[in-house]
């Protein structure tokens, strides 16, 4: 049975359980360490080892791709068609724009906008594979512009590969875990090296990702996912399914209600319980629900909104459009009754590669803004150098840097 809780309880149920990074880099660091000196022959021995590659090579034919796209069912086809074009609608309106102007007489600044050369996408298949992943990972990536995008995934799964069949991707690799992560960081013969690695993973993905940030750029380290949902009434079946939704995910998950009503909390809690004895995860479902999950009783939806500020969630869920201006952190945020969170996992557009763990606090979700680079642009006339000048040399000269003043000086010395 799922717990409620009143709000001066809430401390513990959101002080999230920290990640076992360091028992999990220990077991890593080598695995690192032999890609990175080995390359392929260490890569094949893990791939055969841990993601039980049978194939002589960790990268997938392209005729097994296209044969993995023909065999795809067609309502599952016309699925990922539909979520294709909401996910590419909505990463076209996140491209940030190119523009030069004249700020001031003779200077002229502007911004141009650059794809990263290669990406390389991640792409869980544990205890469940997730072809949506394919789509939320690598579609940004094309709207951007990348020109090499790969995708890993430790199983061969059918509708994984066939999704990135559909979506054009030819480098697609059947590896997973810490290996996966380090080919794509060092390159190996078989394995090119990438710019920037996308894609949640489970704590040794993380813990690979964590270690080599610096030797390659990547998305955000996450941990189990999370909702929080916020709500003074509603349908007790809805909100009921949107938190199993949340819990079936992994045994670490949690989901939570905020909520000012005592029988919307008690209908809540009976409705999860009829839902989980019919559930077929509920074996995963129940212990998150046990663990990590409550319901919470507020004072008002505005302390409800401060506590949901406070955790940063994942995904947060509020009744209305009137409390959007009040949220500040969040992965992703779901407005009223028919606004589910699953509707963003798949289809809705947005991207459900999302920071947990507090992240949300820093940075938003996955974007086409991280397939990019936005670079500064600037052009001066002799008049608007000369005009700068004693700024800039005072100031050079205020941090000791005389070649930067000279620098400007011997354009204007005559000389």
């Known amino acids: 049975m799922i717990r409620i809780l009143k709000s001066d309880q809430v401390g513990r149920l959101l002080a999230r359980k920290a990640a076992r990074f360091t028992e999990a880099e220990a077991t890593v660091r080598p695995i690192l360490e032999a890609v990175r000196r080995r390359g392929d022959q260490a890569l094949m021995a893990y791939a055969r080892r841990f993601d039980g590659l049978e194939r002589p090579s960790v990268r997938v034919p392209e005729a097994e791709l296209r044969a993995a796209g023909a065999s795809l069912a067609p309502d599952f086809r016309k699925a990922v068609e539909t979520a294709v074009a909401n996910i590419r609608a909505y990463a076209k309106r996140q491209m940030p724009r190119e523009w030069m102007a004249q700020t001031a007489p003779g200077l002229c600044l502007g911004q141009v906008v650059r794809p990263l050369d290669r990406v390389a996408a991640y792409i869980p ?26 995708v890993a995934c430790p199983k061969a799964v059918p509708e994984v590969f066939g999704t990135a069949a559909l979506l054009n991707v030819r480098e697609v690799f059947q590896m997973g875990g810490a290996q996966a992560i380090a080919a794509f960081a060092f390159g190996t013969r078989t394995v090119p090296r990438a710019d920037r690695i996308v894609g949640p993973g489970n704590i040794y993905v993380a813990a690979a990702k964590k270690l080599l940030t610096g030797e390659v750029g990547i998305d955000f380290i996450a941990g189990p996912t999370e909702i929080l949902i916020v709500a003074a009434e509603g349908d007790p079946r809805h909100l009921a399914a949107d938190m199993l939704a949340q819990a079936e995910h992994d045994t670490d998950a949690s989901a939570v209600l905020l909520t000012t009503s005592k029988r919307l909390a008690g209908a809540v809690a009976r409705e999860v319980a009829k839902q989980l004895a019919v559930l077929p995860t509920a074996g995963v479902a129940s212990k998150s629900i046990a663990r990590n999950s409550a319901i919470i009783l507020v004072r008002s939806l505005d302390e409800g909104i401060e506590i949901a500020n406070q955790f940063a969630p994942e995904h947060l869920s509020i009744p209305g459009e009137d409390l959007l201006a009040k949220v500040r952190h969040a992965g992703s945020v779901f407005i009223g009754p028919f606004s589910p969170e699953a509707a963003g996992d798949y289809a809705s557009g947005p991207n459900h590669v999302l920071p947990t763990s507090g992240v949300a606090r820093l940075r938003a979700g996955l974007a086409v803004t991280d397939y990019l680079k936005v670079i500064s642009v600037q ?32 354009r204007s010395d005559g000389r």
């Open 125 to 150: 298949a544990g205890r469940y594979p997730l072809p949506s992943t394919v789509m939320m990972t690598v579609v940004p990536a094309q709207v951007a512009g990348v020109p090499h995008i790969s």
């Open 379 to 410: 052009q001066l006339s002799e008049a608007a150098l000369k005009r700068l000048a004693p700024a800039i040399t005072t100031l050079a000269r205020a941090e000791g840097l005389e070649a930067h003043a000279r620098s400007v000086e011997v």
